[in-house]
T-cell receptor, first 113, second 110 residues
Framework: SQTIHQWPATLVQPVGSPLSLECTVEGTSNPNLYWYRQAAGRGLQLLFYSVGIGQISSEVPQNLSASRPQDRQFILSSKKLLLSDSGFYLC????????????FGSGTRLTVV | GQQLNQSPQSMFIQEGEDVSMNCTSSSIFNTWLWYKQDPGEGPVLLIALYKAGELTSNGRLTAQFGITRKDSFLNISASIPSDVGIYFCAGRRAGNQFYFGTGTSLTVIP
């Protein structure tokens, strides 16, 4: 069966520090991968999505970037965190625009201090 | 990106009451989904709908794909404390990404 892993679960980082959040999917090949941010427990904002290795689409210009170095690995990064980057970050996957929707990871709570 | 409008934004209900919420879009969708998010967790898929007018149940949950294809509805019967959370709708046109609703926060008072 397919599973999605996100880590870390919680992160407290100072302003100006770098960020790396990792998401991996097991049990499938060539998934579509997504990074979402959720502020204050409401609303899912799509940040990036990827349909293949090295293919990244950005939905919102910001202080963040994404990379997909391997088929089932999706990384969210920042060179210098801002206070406004705080939030709940969710990774999700689906199999090639299949009908059954996205499966989400358990999320990373990022607090920038 | 497009965002779907969900209403109500929040609900406070007594245990045992029924719950109704809806989701509307300015665009026609081919697929509607309903998710539930527990505090501190990722959303979990509850129900998927694929045809206009379709009515699908999952236990005490029932969702409908609106006949205009621009809306969807979720009902929860006989609410219990573990129904607490945020409910999201999501819609998609063929071949595109899903667009998510603004969420309905549900609080169940024992």
């Amino acid at each position: 069966s397919q599973t999605i892993h996100q880590w870390p679960a919680t992160l407290v980082q100072p302003v100006g520090s770098p960020l790396s959040l990792e998401c991996t999917v097991e049990g499938t090949s060539n998934p579509n991968l997504y990074w979402y941010r959720q502020a204050a427990g409401r609303g899912l904002q799509l940040l990036f999505y990827s349909v293949g290795i090295g293919q990244i689409s950005s939905e919102v210009p910001q202080n963040l970037s994404a990379s997909r170095p391997q088929d089932r690995q999706f990384i969210l990064s920042s060179k210098k965190l801002l206070l406004s980057d705080s939030g709940f970050y969710l990774c999700a996957w689906e199999l090639d625009r299949a009908l059954y929707g996205y499966t989400f990871g358990s999320g990373t709570r990022l607090t920038v201090v | 990106g497009q965002q779907l409008n969900q209403s109500p934004q929040s609900m406070f209900i007594q245990e045992g009451e029924d719950v109704s919420m809806n989701c509307t879009s300015s665009s026609i969708f081919n697929t509607w989904l309903w998710y539930k998010q527990d505090p501190g967790e990722g959303p979990v898929l509850l129900i998927a709908l694929y045809k206009a007018g379709e009515l699908t149940s999952n236990g005490r949950l029932t969702a409908q794909f609106g006949i205009t294809r621009k809306d969807s509805f979720l009902n929860i019967s006989a609410s219990i404390p573990s129904d607490v959370g945020i409910y999201f709708c999501a819609g998609r046109r063929a071949g595109n990404q899903f667009y998510f609703g603004t969420g309905t926060s549900l609080t169940v008072i024992p």
